[in-house]
């Protein structure tokens, strides 16, 4: 079945960085775009970035900080995240769309993995 996994969230203090993974199985993973969602305690789940097949996408609060790649030879995505923010922490997702391009909206996504915490604390 499809199965998106992450890893690498963690405790940073705010300046540092930190490289999420999401390795994906029981699909063809080069086919799919795959998007980084989060959710703080008390709000919405939000996309943060996402990777298609020809296209990239970051929300506004994020741009320039985190970036987003894939290698499908490893059926996996990375999140390289820098400068973070207390405002950064949150439960990260990695999800599978139903399409090969990002569209910029939760919507889009169709399976999730289970969740890393990123908490960005002094």
């Known amino acids: 079945q499809v199965q998106l996994v992450e890893s690498g969230g963690g405790l940073v203090q705010p300046g540092g960085s930190l490289t999420l993974s999401c390795v994906g199985s029981?699909?063809?993973?080069?086919?799919?775009?795959i998007g980084w969602l989060r959710q703080a305690p008390g709000k919405e789940r939000e996309g943060v970035s996402c990777?298609?097949?020809?296209?990239?996408y970051y929300t506004e609060s994020v741009k320039g900080r985190f970036t987003i790649s894939r290698d499908d030879a490893k059926n996996t995505v990375y999140l390289q995240m820098n400068n973070l923010k207390p405002e950064d922490t949150a439960v990260y997702y990695c999800?599978?769309?139903?399409?090969?391009?990002?569209?910029?909206?939760?919507?889009?996504?169709?399976?999730w993995g289970q969740g890393t915490q990123v908490t960005v604390s002094s």
């Open positions: 990777i298609g097949t020809t296209n990239t």
């Open positions: 029981g699909f063809s993973f080069e086919y799919f775009a």
């Open positions: 999800a599978k769309s139903g399409s090969y391009y990002c569209y910029g909206s939760s919507d889009e996504y169709h399976t």
